[in-house]
């Protein structure tokens, strides 16, 4: 059964003592704010709904639409009755002081209706409501829908009732206008501009309505307001397209450089990516060809770079991603033929270059480095000392062995001569030619031995010289100064083992 089409109401008129006296103001202003009396309205809908479902739940001759009308007109009485008496209940004495409650009148309404709508449960929907829980929710939902469709309480009368509710629960004024006025003139030219007057949004696309208290609230958040881009771009964009135009289409969005995957970090504005390109070309040329030539330094592609320019006649301007620039680098590249790279010099064995590249490569540190520098030297001294003696004992080792067996064969020859005659002759002959072969092998086993110790000590001074140069570069000017004396120093040792080395050679030849 539908709801019935007519709308016979009970609108509440109101009327205070202060109205009926002499003198006192005649003209009210009834402004209000209309988006707590919009939203007051959209309530009475569903409690009316849940008081008609419930009321006649598990009745057999009765439908929710059957008792619309009535239980409509007593929730109107209900409704007026309990915002009349609100301020009563809610204000306790105490002493000649009051405690208001101060709960938006919104939340206050929306609990009348639910105490109404409770009030019209009959006994089976009491006992069953907790097993119809679901159905009970669709039938309410189904049956609000119906009233709508068919206009039964409509916005504007719901609107009328939601006014006067307001005005009763809202004793603090802070959702209505309650001034007066002695002429209809005063009235009108406050209502002008009352605070409480309604508006409409300018915004092209926003259809909402707002008292002009809350004119810069709503265009704070008015989604179809037209904002300048949040990322500087030149457009301007409506609030609720802002994000995606910031994330897809702004000109001005941050993305990652085309050569990004030859080496290029940087983020750039999507509208000067072109101009990045051309001012870092040079920068990615050289990425490029890091990619290209593994082992070589920027210091060896910087030339490689520029020949690239020379000849490229504007290709490379034209690429566009990281691809592109590689292959047309590539080409490039091919046929300028091989790219020169330059060799790390080798530190001298010198000692007294070593000791000049020491002093000017060696940054200002402090005393750290002074130490390290002197300590290492101090090793190749000691190295170098032990080297020297070990040829030296060598060397008398094979002379004494060489003249011990010359000794044995001439003595030897001398005894077997007079036994032998001419025969003893020839083999004296023989076993002399034997001892200077002998004694050749030997002299020839020394040298071997002197220039093994020698190339040993020359090894080793080298290793230690390059130690110290490497820790004279953790030193100052002093420690270079050190560094020098000390490297001097294991100079001299070198040549006097030197001299000691050829001494021992000179006697165990002789």
């Known amino acids: 059964m539908d709801p019935p089409t007519t709308n016979v109401e009970v609108v509440p008129e109101k009327e205070t003592i202060e109205d009926g006296k002499e003198g006192c103001p005649a003209f009210h202003c009834d402004l209000y704010d209309i988006e707590i009396v919009y939203k007051i309205t959209l309530v009475f809908l569903p409690g009316l709904a849940a008081a008609c479902v419930d009321n006649t739940t598990g009745g057999i001759f009765r439908s929710p639409a059957s008792v619309a009308v009535d239980l409509r007109k007593e929730m109107i009485e209900y409704l007026t009755q309990r915002s009349e008496s609100f301020v009563a209940e809610t204000v306790i004495l105490e002493d000649g002081t009051s405690t208001e409650v101060s709960d938006p009148p919104y939340d206050i309404i929306s609990d009348f209706v639910d105490d109404f709508s409770s009030s019209k449960r009959n006994f089976f929907s009491r006992v069953s409501g907790w097993v119809l829980s679901e159905t009970r929710e669709d039938k309410i939902d189904d049956f609000v829908q119906e009233m709508e469709e068919n206009g039964f309480w409509l916005t504007d009368r719901r609107e009328v009732i939601a006014q006067t509710l307001l005005k009763n629960v809202d004793f603090k004024n802070m959702f209505h206008?309650?001034?007066?006025?002695?002429?209809?003139?005063?009235?009108?030219?406050?209502?002008?501009?009352?605070?409480?007057?309604?508006?409409?949004?300018?915004?092209?696309?926003?259809?909402?309505?707002?008292?002009?208290?809350?004119?810069?609230n709503h265009d704070s958040t008015c989604p179809f307001k037209m904002l300048p881009c949040e990322q500087k771009c030149s457009d301007s964009i409506m609030r609720r397209e802002m994000d995606r135009h910031c994330i897809t289409v702004c000109p001005m969005k941050l993305v990652n450089c085309p050569f990004y995957a030859v080496g290029c970090q940087s983020t750039?504005?999507?509208?000067?990516?072109?101009?990045?390109?051309?001012?870092?070309?040079?920068?990615?040329?050289?990425?490029?060809?890091?990619?290209?030539?593994?082992?070589?330094?920027?210091?060896?592609?910087?030339?490689?770079?520029?020949?690239?320019?020379?000849?490229?006649?504007?290709?490379?301007?034209?690429?566009?991603?990281?691809?592109?620039?590689?292959?047309?680098?590539?080409?490039?590249?091919?046929?300028?033929?091989?790219?020169?790279?330059?060799?790390?010099?080798?530190?001298?064995?010198?000692?007294?270059?070593?000791?000049?590249?020491?002093?000017?490569?060696?940054?200002?540190?402090?005393?750290?480095?002074?130490?390290?520098?002197?300590?290492?030297?101090?090793?190749?001294?000691?190295?170098?000392?032990?080297?020297?003696?070990?040829?030296?004992?060598?060397?008398?080792?094979?002379?004494?062995?060489?003249?011990?067996?010359?000794?044995?064969?001439?003595?030897?020859?001398?005894?077997?001569?007079?036994?032998?005659?001419?025969?003893?002759?020839?083999?004296?002959?023989?076993?002399?030619?034997?001892?200077?072969?002998?004694?050749?092998?030997?002299?020839?086993?020394?040298?071997?031995?002197?220039?093994?110790?020698?190339?040993?000590?020359?090894?080793?001074?080298?290793?230690?010289?390059?130690?110290?140069?490497?820790?004279?570069?953790?030193?100052?000017?002093?420690?270079?100064?050190?560094?020098?004396?000390?490297?001097?120093?294991?100079?001299?040792?070198?040549?006097?083992?030197?001299?000691?080395?050829?001494?021992?050679?000179?006697?165990?030849?002789?």
């Open 268 to 510: 750039v504005p999507r509208s000067m990516i072109r101009k990045h390109c051309l001012d870092d070309l040079h920068l990615h040329l050289v990425y490029a060809l890091k990619n290209i030539h593994k082992g070589a330094t920027e210091e060896d592609l910087k030339e490689r770079v520029d020949q690239i320019v020379q000849t490229s006649s504007g290709q490379l301007e034209a690429a566009r991603d990281a691809r592109s620039l590689t292959l047309r680098v590539k080409d490039l590249d091919a046929k300028l033929g091989p790219l020169k790279v330059s060799t790390v010099k080798k530190v001298s064995e010198d000692p007294t270059e070593a000791a000049n590249k020491s002093i000017e490569e060696s940054p200002e540190d402090g005393n750290g480095g002074v130490e390290k520098s002197i300590n290492t030297i101090n090793n190749v001294s000691e190295e170098s000392t032990e080297a020297a003696n070990h040829i030296k004992d060598r060397s008398f080792e094979a002379a004494t062995d060489m003249a011990d067996k010359s000794s044995d064969a001439t003595n030897k020859s001398i005894e077997e001569s007079p036994e032998d005659g001419n025969g003893g002759v020839e083999k004296s002959i023989n076993t002399i030619d034997n001892v200077g072969e002998e004694s050749t092998g030997a002299a020839n086993h020394i040298k071997d031995k002197s220039i093994e110790a020698a190339t040993d000590m020359a090894d080793k001074s080298s290793d230690a010289i390059n130690k110290a140069i490497e820790a004279s570069s953790e030193a100052g000017d002093d420690g270079a100064e050190k560094s020098t004396n000390t490297i001097n120093k294991v100079g001299e040792e070198s040549i006097e083992t030197g001299n000691s080395t050829a001494h021992a050679s000179e006697e165990a030849k002789n």
């Open 177 to 216: 206008c309650d001034k007066k006025f002695n002429t209809a003139e005063e009235l009108a030219e406050h209502v002008a501009n009352c605070e409480y007057r309604s508006m409409n949004c300018n915004n092209e696309g926003c259809t909402v309505a707002f008292c002009a208290k809350h004119m810069e």
